[in-house]
């Protein structure tokens, strides 16, 4: 193996242009399994929702969902895609046992969507993506690998299988490669799944969680010299997150570079993402093609999905989100400069839903781009995932607002929220973090704060108004942050008749 | 010409996980030789005008509602299974083909 040190990026794509493709894989919402009525919620115990379709048991026969074919082609639609008039399954052949028929039934040459784009606003200019294709095909078992060290299969003696995810709806919604990114591959790449995830949460098809798996993402990335042709192309899996969308395209734009500079060549092989060291390690590779001997599934008759049924899914579409978006920047009178901030944080929908409980746009979003993007920035994480609800930010703006904290406190109870400790109420009271609001021992403490500083409290006294501040600190610090500066404030001036 | 070759029949025997000798690999190509040789007659009858067929019926689709229907319990699950290990079918490991 080479130990060329890394270029930086910017060599890398000031040397080479990248292209970049995506695969997404989508787990649909629907009641139940693609080809068969076992139900499809979430962590049910091993091989408990499994029946003898899903199972390959002999003389089985699969039908497709109905709620299935509407999602995927509503997904077709909203990505501008033409819907097939006539289209089959196929069988994909291969000899693993996470399917327990030996095959997976998908979609080969007949997909139901092809032909649409997306487009995707990137440091403020729109970049269109092509989509190649979308097509329906059902979800793999899941594989335990035991007897080695590692939980991979490397090692391994045995596997263990659980079918309850076999034969789940899966989309997979196929990009055209994507040139002429330069160095903005890694953000296009992240804004194109951002895009993406928010149109297919929208259309309610899917809850589209990265981190549970009901939205996965491969990344294919090549490179080539200015001027030449498209570069050989690595398909790098394990993507769970927005952010590691961007951090895989990234580190493989900067690894190639490095095999290409020292006159290496890319070999055509799948790699795996690694959350933990940001980079890319080599899995199986593809050097041989692998044969699934595809053919169209005997068991399926073929779609045809009805134009007119077509047209009436169309016309029920959804607001794009970008069109959602425009109304909302309108709504919080934002400029566009803020707005991208706000979607760049990924604080659209969490400002949305704040505003929705009750707090002003200004005072959500001076949580959720403050405090809140600071904290999910520190622990490198999402900030749908720090830890705060968007009604548990209105319910301590609402605190603010009524007087009862002031915002150093109520930073203080966010910490709470986060460190889940309850709702923001349950922190104040918890932590007595209230604002000291009983006039009798605020009033001791400005007495208290004037009879210890009687040369301040003289030059109130002569009109010297802006001498009071080093009382109220004296008082802010006898009730330890708890009082609200703006009313100690005004019951000193009242004390010392300065009003 | 052959239909196929010994150099696909082995390819596919590979594929299959079959275990098929040097001899086995002549005596199979032959016969699949004859077998494919004879389906492919048909296509001396297919006109341009007429579509490959994958379906013998003329159906379109045939779907079913989205509704639950009772599952197989655990015990059903694994009964024909080989072996059963943590509620979980246990097969042997598989190297190099990580889906």
């Known amino acids: 193996m080479t130990t060329t040190t890394l270029p930086d990026y910017d060599a890398a794509v000031a040397a080479f242009e990248p292209v970049i493709g995506l695969e997404t894989h989508v787990e649909l919402g629907t009641n139940t399994k693609m080809f068969c009525g076992c139900p499809t919620d979430f962590g049910g115990e091993p091989n408990t929702r499994v029946c003898p379709v899903c199972l390959g048991l002999p003389g089985a026969l699969p039908v497709a969902n109905k709620a299935a074919i509407e999602a995927t082609i509503r997904i077709g ?19 693993y046992p996470d399917m327990p ?3 997976q039934i998908s979609q080969y040459d007949e997909p139901l969507c092809v032909d649409g784009y997306l487009d995707v606003e990137v440091d403020g200019r729109t970049v269109r993506i092509g989509i190649e294709r979308v097509h329906l095909e059902e979800d793999t078992g899941k594989t335990l690998h035991v007897g080695g060290a590692t939980g991979r299969i490397h090692g391994a003696t045995e596997s263990l299988v659980d079918y309850n995810r076999a034969g789940i709806p899966l989309v997979e919604i196929v990009t055209k490669p994507v040139p002429g990114a330069g160095a903005l591959a890694p953000e296009i790449a992240r804004a194109y799944v951002t895009e993406l995830r928010d149109i297919l949460r929208g259309l309610g098809v899917s809850d589209v969680r990265m981190e549970e798996g009901s939205l996965r993402c491969d990344v294919n990335t090549s490179l ?3 001027g030449e042709e498209w570069g050989t ?28 500079e020292s006159g290496g060549r890319i070999i055509q092989e799948t790699r795996h ?45 959804p607001e794009a989100p970008r069109v959602h978006r425009k109304r909302l920047q309108e709504a919080w009178g934002l400029s566009d400069l803020d707005m991208r901030s706000v979607v760049n944080a990924g604080a659209v929908e969490l400002i949305e839903q704040t505003v929705a409980a009750g707090a002003t746009a200004a005072a959500a979003r001076k949580w959720w781009l403050g405090e809140l993007a600071r904290r999910a920035n520190e ?41 889940g400790e309850g709702s923001p109420t349950a922190v104040m009271e918890a932590r007595g973090l209230a604002v ?19 040369d301040v409290a003289a030059k109130v006294r002569d009109g010297k108004v802006a001498a009071a501040g080093a009382l109220v600190g004296a008082v802010m610090k006898t009730t330890k942050g708890q009082a609200d500066a703006k009313t100690v404030r005004e019951l000193i001036l009242e004390r010392l008749g300065a009003n | 010409m052959a239909a196929i070759s010994r150099d696909e029949v082995a390819h596919l025997a590979r594929l299959s996980r079959l275990a098929v000798t040097e001899q086995e690999l002549d005596t199979f190509a ?62 042997p490991r598989i190297l190099d083909e990580e889906a």
């Open chain 1, 77 to 95: 639609l909203a990505l501008n895609c033409s819907i097939a008039t006539w289209c089959r399954f196929a069988r994909k052949n291969y000899f």
């Open chain 1, 101 to 103: 028929k030996n095959f």
């Open chain 1, 224 to 226: 080539n010299r200015p």
């Open chain 1, 233 to 260: 192309r690595t398909e790098t899996k394990n993507v769970n997150s927005l952010r590691s969308v961007e951090r895989a395209v990234r580190s493989e734009i900067i690894r190639q570079a490095a095999v290409l």
């Open chain 1, 273 to 317: 993402f690694s959350e933990e060291t940001g980079d890319t390690r080599p899995g199986r590779s593809k050097e041989e093609a692998t044969d699934y001997r595809y053919f169209p599934e005997p068991d399926l008759v073929p779609l045809a999905p009805d134009p007119q049924w077509v047209e009436e899914l169309r016309a029920a579409l």
């Open chain 1, 379 to 419: 622990d490198g994480i999402e900030l749908s995932a720090v830890g705060a609800t968007p009604a548990q930010v209105a319910e301590l703006q609402t605190l603010v607002d009524g007087g009862k904290l002031n915002d150093k406190l109520a930073r203080v109870v966010l910490e709470g929220v986060i460190a």
């Open chain 1, 436 to 454: 000291v609001s009983d006039t009798g021992a605020l009033t001791a403490a400005v007495d208290e704060a004037i009879a210890a500083n009687p």
């Open chain 2, 30 to 91: 032959g016969q699949l030789d004859v077998i494919l040789q004879a389906v492919a007659r048909v296509g001396e009858v297919a006109a341009a005008e007429i579509p490959p067929t994958s379906h013998s019926v003329p159906l379109t689709n045939v779907l079913r509602e989205d509704v639950v229907i009772n599952c197989l319990t655990r015990e059903e699950a694994l009964a024909g299974a080989p072996d059963v290990e943590a509620d979980r079918f246990r097969v």
